[in-house]
């Protein structure tokens, strides 16, 4: 088998696109363009391309192909640039940025409205993933384990995507509950964007002289299968020290290669059952290979560290009563008078609250799964939906004026742990030793 080739949506609907050529492009099979700077403007059904005002070419699509592909990124001598690329849009770090490219890529017009799309060796795109994604100081088996992870992962997205599965419904409705759950959704003309929303992707941007290009490639073509499948990794920061399965977080259904598993030195510990038991776990500090506060590590796999909590092993947050109610009216847009219980009704292996009931003065109503939990008791998210509840009361009322969430893990703790993974590699295992600990049913393959 080759490697698949992956169509990434690098712009979206804009009403015009400049760009710059270096080397030798083929449009259309017709025109030599080269070194050129260029506009792209859709017209009617047409793109119309132009250099300095003048029309040079007109077509429904424009495809550029490169006359040579680049094996050397040192020497990307075949490359195109795009100017004004938002990065992370609707995060904080929202920007444009100006980003090269290789390989070929075509422009679209839809509703006079032009897409740019790159289509490029999925094993490239990894390359470009987690180099963007992951801090190349990282432990390098911790980066080549991954590698797979996200190889997997990907390959399996692209199956999803000719089965339809990503538009299956994600939601069960009724007047006494709102069960939704979000997945990537489809992308109509390419198979995944590269903001965030997917994962983020930025050419030979950011390439140079990355660990992470190297991961990628001692470990080109392995991926992670079950029964001769790719399987559909996920992963998460940190599992809270019991990772999650997949039909307790998105689809009612149970993969085999996700089953739940104890992230600790001892795996065979018994994993809690009941709500008290869930509430002994979630409460104390058992070991885990993610329940660490070893900085220096920290700092190398979290890019984003200097900026967040070091406590999301276990946290603890407090949310008072007006808070709360106002939260639910925005988030939820229910008044539900005063709030006066919340209860887990249910929870999935790690502890994560899969439904829970909120119980107010005017209304009941029950939410999940775990995202919708964590979105309706934050401004910004909760890091996990693994928490036990508290009320606090003052003397004489049985409302209670706050609750005090306790909580483990951040992320929805299905699969991979990426810091669990991090500080297995720490202590000296091996990619194949980590991915065995947290897809103990999976076989390693390489199929390219
Ligand atoms: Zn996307
Ligand atoms: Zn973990």
């Known amino acids: 088998m080759k490697q698949p080739i992956i169509k990434v949506g690098i712009i979206q609907n804009q009403d015009s696109i400049t760009f ?20 792209a403007i859709p017209n009617g059904k047409k793109i119309f391309l132009k250099e300095n005002d003048t029309i040079i ?35 904080h770090w929202e920007q444009k940025e100006r980003e090269s490219f290789e390989g070929n890529f075509l422009i679209i017009n839809k509703n006079n409205m032009l897409t740019l799309i790159n289509e490029i060796e999925v094993e490239r795109y990894l390359q470009s993933v987690i180099a963007s994604e ?97 399987c559909d990794t996920r992963y998460s920061k940190c599992c809270g020290g019991i990772t999650e399965e997949f039909q307790n977080v998105w689809q009612d259904t149970y993969y085999p290669y996700l089953k739940s598993i104890r992230d600790s030195r001892n795996s ?41 909590t070091k406590d999301f092993y276990r946290w603890k947050i407090e949310i008072k009563q007006l808070a709360l109610k106002t939260l639910f009216e925005i988030k939820l847009g229910i008044d539900f008078g005063e709030i006066k219980e919340l209860i887990p009704l249910e929870r999935g292996k790690s502890g994560r609250i899969k439904k829970l009931k909120i119980v107010g003065t005017k209304k009941e109503f029950t939410i999940g799964k775990e995202l919708e939990i964590r979105r309706a008791l934050s401004e910004k998210h909760l890091y996990s939906s693994a928490f036990v509840i508290e009320p606090v009361f003052k003397e004489g009322s049985d409302i209670p004026c706050k609750f005090i969430l306790h909580g483990a893990g951040w992320g929805h703790g299905v699969g991979f742990c990426q810091i669990g993974g991090a500080v297995m590699a720490s202590e000296g295992k091996k990619f194949d030793e980590i991915l065995k600990h947290y897809f103990p049913d999976a076989d390693l393959v390489k199929i390219y």
């Open 57 to 91: 070419y007109s077509d429904e699509t424009l495809n550029f192909v490169p006359v040579k592909n680049n094996y050397n990124i040192e020497d990307a001598k075949y490359r195109f640039e795009i100017e004004n690329v938002m990065i992370g849009i609707d995060f």
């Open 268 to 308: 065979n510990e018994k994993k809690p059952e009941s709500e008290n038991e869930f509430e002994n776990f979630i409460k104390s500090n058992p070991d885990a290979y993610c329940n660490t506060t070893d900085e220096n590590l920290l700092k190398k796999v979290l890019n984003e560290f200097d900026l967040i």
């Open 134 to 230: 992951m801090n190349s100081e990282s432990p390098f088996e911790y980066l080549k384990a991954h590698s797979i992870v996200s190889r997997s992962w990907l390959l399996a997205q692209l199956e999803n995507r000719k089965k339809n599965y990503l538009k299956e419904q994600k939601f069960q409705i009724t007047d006494t509950e709102k069960i939704i759950w979000h997945d990537k959704t489809e992308h109509e003309d390419f198979d995944v964007c590269a903001d965030d929303h997917c994962q983020r992707y930025q050419g030979l941007t950011r390439l140079k002289g990355n660990a992470a290009l190297l991961a990628v490639r001692e470990t080109f073509g392995m991926v992670l299968t079950y029964n001769q499948k790719i």
């Open 20 to 39: 710059n050529i270096f080397g030798e492009f083929i449009l259309n099979n017709k025109l030599k363009i080269k070194d050129r700077k260029l506009t």
